[in-house]
């Protein structure tokens, strides 16, 4: 009798040992992937990841307002982090600090993104790059989970058995550190390996524009403040007192309840210098149409912009089009031409649109009937 309820309660304790280390796979592996992703859609867009850094300092102001040169290097480190850390955890490398330094990571980012939930300082967190766009709120809700997963990690990491042996694993994780940066440097010299971003190579940019008949539209709710005998009301479209003189209108509210449709590309817009709006004219030439974007002239690389010169030299000869396309102010385009040498003109556009088009300065692009045909850095013309 004793040896069958021994025999039972060792199966017991066999079929627990075997549910939590299916429940210790999934963690790692689940885990180990969701870095790789953000990892690697980061490093191969550091630039991308720049502006977003840039983008939280401006957000949040005050000493944070000058410490964008921080921007790129954070970028980078991030992103080679993330991915060590992910590619650690799926070929189980140094589990005993890796389950440390994920716990840590998420321990800072869940509240942080928590912040930035409330208070939206930015539209998007930007963890998953352009790959995947999440809401403030969504990204902290993952970040809980994936908090709850690191700590059943941290808890239980000595019952996972290691791939390597200990000096075979330090040798790994120099070879992820240097594929990160590897990856990361190589796409900042030239382009990202792929482009998750509306005017990828083959996008017809009118296409992309178009907003179909019957797509909805935004939604607002607007309330208007009236004040009567020194006390202030709110109203809204129904009951605000439209013939009535004895209220005096103070102020106007309007609050985004539903976002309507959103083309994919809804920001495409080029002036000429007689400002005049040329965007329909690039877009609808049948012919080489190339556009040379630098969205801060001031930033651009004067080595790009004069090897641009040929190309336009060549445009002139053979009847293509030439645009060169900026953010900046007239008085920094005029003092960049004097330090250069270059003839061509320049357009303007909004430097969001210019960042989102290429991450380059300057980058080139080639448009031919509004269809994208190529993309280059400048260290590539």
Known sequence: MSFILYKSNSNHKGSESRYLSVLLVVARVLLGIVFVFSGFVKSIDPLGSTYKFEDYFHAFGGIFNALDWLAF????????????????????????????????FMLVMTPLTLFIALKNPVSDCGCFGDALVLSNWATFYKNVIFLSLS???????????????????????????????????????????????????GTNILKAMQIPANAPVDKYQTTFIYQKNGVQKEFNLENYPKNDSTWKFVDQKSVLISQGFRPAI??????????????????????????????????????????????????????????????????????????????YPFCKADPITLKTIIRANPGLVLIKNGTIQGKWNWRDF
């Open 73 to 104: 290097p954070a970028a980078i480190a991030l992103s080679t982090f993330e991915l060590m850390l992910g590619l650690n955890l799926i070929f189980k490398i140094n589990l005993k600090l890796t389950s440390i330094f994920v716990f840590v």
């Open 266 to 343: 809804h920001d495409f817009s080029i002036i000429d210098t007689q400002y005049n709006d040329i965007t329909n004219q690039i877009i609808s030439n049948k012919g080489s149409t190339y556009l040379l974007l630098m969205y801060d002239v001031s930033k651009a690389s004067e080595k790009g912009a004069e090897k641009a010169e040929a190309i336009y030299q060549k445009t002139l000869r053979n009847g293509s089009k030439f645009y060169a396309i900026t953010a900046s102010t007239d008085a920094d385009i005029q003092q960049f031409v004097l330090k250069t040498k270059i003839t």
């Open 151 to 201: 700590i059943f990690l941290l808890i239980f990491k000595n019952k996972i058995r290691p791939f390597l042996m200990p000096y075979a694993e330090w040798i790994a994780i120099i070879v992820f550190v240097f594929v990160g940066l590897g990856l990361s440097g190589y796409c900042y010299r030239h382009l990202p390996l792929i482009d998750f971003r509306p005017y990828k190579v």
